[in-house]
């Protein structure tokens, strides 16, 4: 059994009194592909913006590395405290978007090299550096010049995903990372996550990516209503799920 | 009495401070200039009374005889007050300085400490002599009714019943008209656009001190003075109440100018030694020199010229106007600089600060976009002084245009900020910046180009408004054009000369800002060349 990376809760989150997660327990595995499926609004995007405190979750515990941040009505972290934990919590968490929000003002090497040197004060010489090999490793190398405007949207994508990796995350989180994407430009994100997966990048994926899912990650969730309904590997989910609400969703795509 | 005249426009620029003004003229960078400009917020010390230069007051922008452009070298000040304070000086063994201030701002101004002496035919009033001290009278004269030549209706003040009369704003001879009540009172800035207002029609009489009609009904064609002399009054030389050693050595020197005969003979050369003079010095009334300096000032006035002459005069005026243009475009400037960079914080504060100082913010913008500029001008310069702050004109005029238009920039720049979509600070955060970091390496680089077009329009404003600091004694390039244009009498040709002037100051900055655009925004450089575009998201 692998070590747990991500410990997830009793994970509680409403929005104006609306509840969006209703208690979600979870684990994440290191170095391990884990999808997150389910139906629009089930809550797997805000799952994930907690993840990296994008979102203030209401209640729940979640540990990232060790790191652990918990709110409960009882005994919660002071809210400075709760800012500080949440920073080091992004440290270790990188994020990618289903829109790239790559910064239009900086070329795509400064979007990859930039950032590190702002947070982690690392000489600009070794970001770019540093930055040259992971364009490179997205096969972005001869687009490090151009602006994000001048780039494919699987272009930027994968830029985004340079971008997120040149702050050596422990983890890696996708927000539906494809959805925005003309389907011929989808394979070329996945091919790199692909990639990420086999060199052994601990990454969380939300996404409708059915093949994907079922090809390449290790574990998937399915969450419905604000709550996980059933995890497992993907050839159990896709196959022989346990729960009819997972078979009517997946019927759908499958 | 008369109301607007002006310095020698220009060269006194501001003239208070001299030491601050070295200091301010030259700026290496508008920053460093603001530094330097609130280091100076240092009252300044005193000098040793004897090299101390003995500083007047006056505004030449009324014209001839008091204080004037000297038309034939339009960089040098001349006028019979202008001889008289000279010879006070030479008595006194003090040099004099020239300051230029706005007519009605006189008294304020010598209260503030921007002068000692107030020599620009101040009437002897006892509401003014309730607040500053008046030495006693250098001239007396009475006022004088002036009509077109081909007009035999009036020649009195009952003539003036039921018809338009205009004057000079805050004269004695307004007071005197306004009390009647029965006729039309229009009252003007200038005293040369009332004559011209009489000779064009517009009006049926002109009321001013003789003096004034002197040197005004004879150059216009188709005027003539009607009547006799009407009422007296005094000018006497305005002193600080608590200057009272100054007000005896003031009056000790006149004794001394009018026992010598000095005095009279200042105001013969100037033709203005009348009977009523006469009487009141104690002198004969019989002229025995001569009036060359009126000879001159006429026949300067009277010359028509030809287009080539006038063209030589446009040439001669371009320094002067140069010189207020440079003192504008420096104001420009800094006020612009403060403005940009306080906006900004402005700005930053109302959208993100901790709830009480983003409702200070609020008030601050709202509070300063709601109140005119001028009175804000006046507030800096003329009340601050009331709770021990003396801002120099150049750093009151900065902070007062700079204050105002940060309340600007700062909308500018939260429209800016605010049109950068939320994705994007959440993108720099989910990085691991902090919210100021994020701010500042990707929300404010972004909304930077969004702004600068609105921020290049507030500039040309800017430039614009700075006319108004001209209240605050500074002498920029509408000061320098109305100076100009009232010792010329040429208000079209030297007001096209000066609107020249300002299109071509903002002209360059108007390019400066499509390079800063494309600086801020490279990559819609490259797409216009490249010719397609792609959207981010």
């Not at chain 2, 500029?373 to 003396?390: A, K």
Request: charged share 20%; hydrophobic share 45%.
């Amino acid at each position: 059994m692998a070590e747990h990376i991500i410990e997830i809760q009793d994970l509680r989150k409403a929005f104006q009194g609306n509840p969006i997660l209703k208690g979600i327990n979870l684990n994440v595995d290191a170095s391990q592909l884990t999808v997150l499926i389910g139906p629009s609004g089930c809550g797997k995007s805000t799952l994930l913006r907690c993840l990296n405190g994008l979102e203030i979750f209401d209640e729940g515990r979640i540990s990232v590395n060790g790191l652990t941040v918990l709110r409960d009505p009882g005994h919660s972290q002071l809210e400075a405290e709760f800012q500080r934990i949440t920073h080091q919590l992004r440290a270790m968490v990188g994020m990618v978007f289903q829109s790239f929000n790559l910064f239009p003002h900086m070329t795509t090497l400064e979007n990859v090299s930039r950032p590190p040197t702002i947070v982690q004060g690392i000489s600009p010489r070794e970001a770019r550096v540093n930055a040259h090999r992971l364009l490179e490793k997205v096969g972005l190398k001869d687009k490090a010049g151009l602006y994000p405007a001048q780039l494919s949207g699987g272009q930027q994508q994968r830029a985004a995903i340079a971008r997120a990796l040149a702050m050596k995350p422990r983890v890696l989180l996708y927000d539906e990372p494809t959805s925005a994407l003309d389907p011929a430009l989808v394979d070329e994100v996945l091919e790199v996550m692909k990639e990420l997966d086999a060199e052994g990048v601990t990454q969380v994926v939300v996404t409708h990516e059915m093949r994907f899912a079922r090809d390449v990650a290790e574990k998937v969730v399915f969450l419905s209503d604000g709550c996980v309904v059933e995890e497992g590997e993907p050839k159990k989910i896709f196959t022989d799920p346990d729960d009819t609400r997972t078979r009517q969703f997946l019927k759908r795509f499958l | 009495m008369y109301q607007m005249r002006m310095a020698d426009g220009g060269f006194h620029v501001g003239g208070l401070l001299p030491d601050a003004q070295s200091e301010i003229r030259n700026p290496k960078s508008a920053i460093s200039a603001i530094l330097v400009l609130i280091a100076l917020l240092a009252p300044v010390q005193a000098f040793p009374q004897s090299l101390k230069p003995l500083l007047w007051g006056a505004d030449a922008e009324g014209g001839a005889p008091y204080e004037f452009q000297d038309p034939r070298n339009p960089s040098r000040v001349i006028g019979f007050e202008v001889e008289i304070i000279d010879a006070i000086g030479r008595i006194l063994d003090r040099p004099t300085r020239f300051v230029q201030n706005q007519w009605d701002g006189l008294v304020p101004g010598l209260e503030r400490g921007n002068y000692d002496l107030i020599v620009s035919g101040l009437e002897i009033t006892p509401d003014r002599a309730r607040v500053i001290n008046f030495s006693r009278p250098y001239y007396v004269t009475y006022e004088q009714l002036a009509v077109r030549a081909d007009d035999s209706r009036i020649s009195s003040l009952e003539d003036c019943r039921g018809r338009k009369v205009g004057t000079l704003k805050g004269s004695l001879a307004q007071r005197m008209l306004e009390a009647r009540a029965d006729q039309t009172v229009l009252s003007y800035d200038g005293q040369i656009n009332a004559y011209e207002d009489l000779s064009n029609g517009r009006l049926d009489a002109v009321l001013m001190d003789y003096i004034i009609a002197l040197y005004n009904v004879g150059p216009i064609p188709g005027l003539k003075m009607a009547g006799t002399p009407i009422g007296q009054l005094e000018y006497g030389i305005g002193v600080r109440k608590e200057d009272a050693a100054l007000l005896e050595q003031i009056n000790s020197a006149l004794a001394q100018m009018i026992s010598s005969g000095e005095l009279r003979r200042i105001l013969e050369n100037w033709k203005l030694w009348t009977p009523m003079c006469a009487e009141f010095f104690g002198d004969s009334p019989r002229v025995s020199g001569r009036a060359d300096a009126y000879q001159s000032y006429m026949e300067s006035r009277m010359q028509g010229g030809t287009a080539w002459e006038k063209i030589k005069a446009y040439l001669r005026y371009l320094p002067l106007l140069g010189r207020g243009a440079i003192v504008t475009l420096e104001l420009s400037l800094i006020a612009m600089a403060l403005a940009v960079v306080f906006g900004l914080n402005l700005a930053l504060a109302r959208l993100y600060a901790p709830r009480l100082l983003r409702a200070a913010t609020t008030v601050y913008i709202e509070s300063i976009r709601g109140t005119p500029l001028l009175i804000q001008l006046f507030l800096i310069f003329y009340g601050l002084p009331h709770i021990g702050i003396r801002l120099s004109p150049m750093l009151a005029a900065i902070i007062g245009l700079g204050l105002n238009y940060s309340a600007y920039e700062a909308e500018n720049y939260r429209a800016g900020l605010q049109s950068i979509p939320k994705t994007q600070m959440e993108a720099a955060l989910a990085l691991g910046m902090t919210r100021i970091q994020a701010l500042r390496f990707v929300i404010v680089p972004q909304a930077m180009r969004l702004v600068i077009p609105p921020v290049t329009n507030d500039f040309i404003a800017l430039l614009k408004d700075s006319s108004l600091v001209s209240v605050i004694t500074m002498v920029e390039l509408t000061k320098a054009y109305s100076q100009l244009a009232s010792i010329h009498y040429d208000y079209l040709g030297i007001g096209l000369l000066a609107a020249g002037m300002y299109f071509l100051i903002g002209l360059p900055f108007v390019r400066l800002a499509r390079l800063a655009e494309r600086y801020f925004a490279p990559e819609q450089k490259i797409l216009t060349i490249g010719g397609k575009q792609r959207q981010a998201d």
